[in-house]
């Protein structure tokens, strides 16, 4: 059905388009989502908010048939539907355009929105097809452009290009503002509009709030795989979907292991010590986009700073140039010599799977020893960590991989921590580990704390950085600021973006 | 302990394993089985003097050639290129050994296995700047100068090296007193194998006890977290092991003409340098499990002759079990390692026997080399 334009963002109360019903789904022991229901019409802006791994994705993704549910019902038109496959969903005009792009860099535009067409491949027709949704559209692309020289705003154009040369009617972007640049989203937010008003149906999978309330009709949060609410969006503001988004009030963090760091620290009263100084400190991409902009901070031996962030404000590299391992392009950085540094992707970044506990000990410091390997003392050290740090293994000669997460992250930790660093950074620290073993690791952070190391937690778990933060920083689209310590400043800040 | 064990298992299965295939290929192929391999077992180890003058001799090219290819896997780099960067320090041994005055004796064998190895290491740069300036795979570049270095060595003994009469493609005998010493007096057992045993001896001792052994190792398990977790520049580790496998491949073609040819040819290597994968594979990377993997390729290589020669059998025939015995390797490294074949050559080493958990894919994979290593 076919809305006039300016409809007053009317949406019909008839049929939905397109019904997930109950939808459950479990990765193992994760539910990623719990009976979770979303209807969408046929001329609406629907935007799906919620935190990091509240199940928005997942719940995108079974609707385009890239994942099946363990349990619900879908429904199109009111006929209930199995999805088994992109290609059935998009048999019924549903197509998604996906975070990271399903491009090929080396192919014009033309044979991209080709490819995977079951039609005959007359790519003449093609570009004709292209010039002719770009017309009505208006999203502009040169269909003989190859893919690896346009820019990512204009990627995403061929990707919505590609959905809509497939009649599609219902088209799930996700988080498509995080790529492009502010002029970029506003374009791509207008059109939305239209498509919607001209009677498609577009989900906005998002994380900044004021974006998206621009153009929504409507709004559904999820919160860890449930859906918390769903709502006209003239009816909600930045603040209600915040405080769903987060649980506001019902967690409160656990506050009793903060502490004023001013007054417990040795030497009595005294102001405490700088350990790590960032000043104006700008990192840029290999593609020129700042990352990170003009970040300054001063940390002190003995806090635990907590830094919160949605994914991609910047954390990433503020916490790389913060441990040492990135190079700023420019500014200025004052480093305590020794840092230790957990990043969040253990098995990439921080052990060598396929070597022992004692090899992963020895890692540390390797690029500047000297000489003999002294594995008698290495051994010595591990199971001095392995004691420490209560890391299960049946011998310190055993294999990284055979270790569990929580336990190889415990070695991780105690190794960082071995050397006694003056400061420590930790990225998602307790991504993947049990209760148990989250718990041995936040000890194991204020043990740190207390010691005198500065602690630098990000997490993107709020919660968590809250739990263990003496000052929480909030990093929103490359910038670093302080908004307290009170759990709804920091998300609603968190989530503000970078206006 | 264990890898000892497993090597030797490995070693027995790839012997048996080609003996058998070699029976069949005889047996459709019409020639008399057992006489074809009594041929080829007299051949390979039926006399001191053929086991010294044939087998240890056959084998040591490969062994260091093998020594190259396996030091380059466990960085993470697939060097293809040691028969190139062999023959390059072939050619430049050879120039060298061929200049030196006869009076320098053994001071001029030394020089001139410098100068091979100085060449393998240079034609193993040449990949080495390319995969990092470039980011040119050293699988291809390594294959390619291959070729490029089998027909500079080409024109080399037809131009500048060529011998005094210009009539063979050949360069000039080395004065006997440049040669390499006979270990053995009466046969062709050579300083160079004593060379290549001892070698692949210090390299094991490098890996498993030197820092810039445990970092060549850590750069080649896992490049992000040697960088990120270790501090190691990864990218100069890389480029360091990529010359120094150049270099020992280079010795061995130095060794090759010092010790064996005393002259640079054309076909000095029969393939040392692909055969030397498989010499590596079958030890998993293990320098001193590649001399016992060395000694199966070369007694092959040697009791072929000698059954070409007794029995008449074509010796050929040997060469496509060699190459049957390499698919069957390589095969269950791809089989092992799950996660292909570029990852599962910078593994190797036996199962992980620990606890019910282990992973599967640990079953062909899980370097127990780290553990007895970290053990020693």
């Given amino acids: ?499 | 302990m264990r890898n000892v064990i497993r090597a030797a298992g490995d070693l027995t299965l790839a012997g048996v394993s080609s003996i058998g295939m070699l029976a069949l290929l005889l047996w459709l192929s019409g020639y008399p089985v057992g006489d074809s391999l009594s041929a080829l077992w007299r051949g390979a180890f039926g006399s001191w003097s053929v086991l010294a003058s044939g087998t240890l001799v056959r084998a040591t090219p490969m062994l260091f050639a093998g020594l190259a290819v396996a030091l380059a896997f466990r960085a993470g780099i697939l060097n293809i290129g040691a028969e190139g960067q062999l023959l390059t320090g072939a050619s430049a041994a050879a120039a060298v050994a061929i200049t030196l005055p006869a009076s320098m004796g053994l001071a001029g064998a030394a020089l001139a296995l410098c100068a091979g190895v100085l060449a393998g290491g240079l034609w193993a740069a040449v990949a080495a700047v390319l995969r990092q300036r470039f980011g040119v795979l050293e699988v291809i570049s390594t294959i390619m100068l291959n070729v490029i270095a089998l027909n500079v060595t080409g024109l080399l003994v037809r131009g500048p090296l060529q011998e005094a009469t210009r009539t063979f493609p050949q360069s000039d005998m080395v004065d006997a007193a440049l040669r390499l010493p006979r270990l053995v007096a009466g046969t062709r057992l050579h300083a160079g194998v004593a060379l290549a045993i001892g070698s692949a001896l210090a390299l094991a001792w490098f890996l498993r006890a030197t820092a810039p052994g445990f970092r060549l190792r850590m750069t080649g398990a896992n490049p992000r977290a040697a960088a990120s977790a270790g501090g190691i520049d990864v990218s100069r580790v890389s480029l360091l092991a990529f010359i120094a496998s150049g270099a020992l491949a280079g010795l061995g073609g130095a060794v090759e003409v010092t010790g064996v040819t005393y002259a640079l040819y054309e076909n000095l290597s029969p393939g040392y340098g692909y055969t030397a994968i498989a010499v590596a594979l079958l030890a998993r990377l293990n320098p001193s499990a590649a001399i016992g993997s060395a000694l199966v390729f070369g007694a092959l290589e040697a009791g072929a002759s000698a059954m070409q020669r007794d029995a008449q059998v074509p010796a050929g025939m040997v060469g496509v079990v060699e190459a049957c015995v390499i698919l069957v390797l390589v095969a269950s490294e791809w089989v092992g390692g799950k996660a292909g074949w570029g990852r599962s050559l910078n593994r190797g080493g036996p199962p992980q026997q620990f606890g019910p958990a282990a992973p599967h894919d640990d079953a062909a994979s899980a370097a127990d080399r780290s553990t007895s290593e970290a053990r020693a």
């Fill in chain 1, 1 to 499: 059905m076919v809305l006039p334009p300016g409809a007053d963002r009317a949406v019909t109360t008839a049929v939905p388009r397109l019904a997930l019903e109950s939808i459950t789904r479990h990765y193992g022991p994760v539910v990623a989502l719990d009976e979770a229901s979303l209807t969408l019409r046929a001329g609406e802006v629907h935007a799906l908010l919620g935190e990091n791994g509240a199940g928005k994705s997942t719940l995108m993704k079974i609707a385009f048939g890239l994942e099946q549910p363990d349990r619900g019902t879908i429904r199109i038109d009111g006929t209930s539907v199995t999805l088994r496959s992109p290609r059935s969903a998009m048999q019924h005009g549903i197509g998604m355009v996906q975070q990271h792009f399903a491009l090929v860099d080396a192919m014009t535009v033309a044979e991209n929105v080709a490819l995977g067409s079951t039609a005959r491949l007359d790519l003449d027709e093609v570009a004709t097809q292209i010039r002719a949704i770009s017309a009505a559209s208006g999203l502009v692309i040169d269909p003989d452009a190859l893919v690896r020289d346009l820019p990512v705003g204009a990627q995403q154009r061929v990707e919505i290009i590609k959905a809509l040369s497939r009649e599609t009617s219902i088209l799930i972007l996700d988080e498509p503002t995080a790529v492009l640049a502010p002029q970029e989203v506003a374009e791509l937010l207008a059109w939305t509009r239209r498509f919607a008003d001209g009677g498609g149906t577009v989900v906005l999978i998002a994380h900044k709030l004021h974006e998206v309330l621009r153009v929504a009709n409507r709004v559904t949060v999820l919160r860890r795989g449930r859906v918390v609410l769903t709502a006209p969006a003239a009816e909600v503001t930045a603040r209600s979907l915040a405080d769903a988004m987060l649980g506001g009030g019902q967690h409160t963090p656990d506050t009793t292991a903060r502490r004023d760091v001013t007054h417990t620290l040795p030497g009595d009263g005294r102001q405490p010590r700088p350990v790590l100084e960032l000043r104006n400190v700008t990192v840029r991409d290999a593609a020129g986009v700042e990352r990170l902009r003009a970040a300054s901070i001063t940390i002190a031996a003995g806090e635990v700073v907590g830094i919160a962030a949605v994914e991609g404000a910047g954390q990433h590299e503020l916490l790389r140039v913060m441990s040492g391992r990135l190079h700023p392009s420019s500014g200025e950085v004052h480093l305590p010599p020794a840092i230790g540094f957990v990043p969040e992707d253990r098995h990439r970044e921080a052990v060598v799977l396929d070597a022992t506990l004692i090899e992963n000990v020895a890692l540390r410091g390797a690029g500047t020893r000297r000489g003999l390997m002294a594995w008698t003392s290495l051994r010595t050290d591990t199971e001095a960590v392995m004691a420490t740090r209560d890391v299960r293994a049946e011998t310190a000669a055993v294999m990284m991989r055979t270790l569990s997460g929580g336990n190889q992250q415990k070695l991780v930790l105690g190794r960082e921590l071995a050397s006694s660093p003056q400061a420590l950074v930790v990225e998602n620290p307790t991504r993947g580990l049990d209760i148990l073993a989250t718990e041995d690791v936040h000890t194991a952070l204020r043990a740190a704390r207390d010691a005198g190391t500065a602690v630098v937690v990000y997490s993107s778990d709020l919660d968590e950085v809250l739990a263990l933060a003496d000052r929480v920083l909030v990093v929103t689209g490359g910038q670093l600021r302080a908004v307290g310590h009170d759990r709804e400043a920091v998300g609603r800040a968190m989530l503000a973006g970078g206006s």
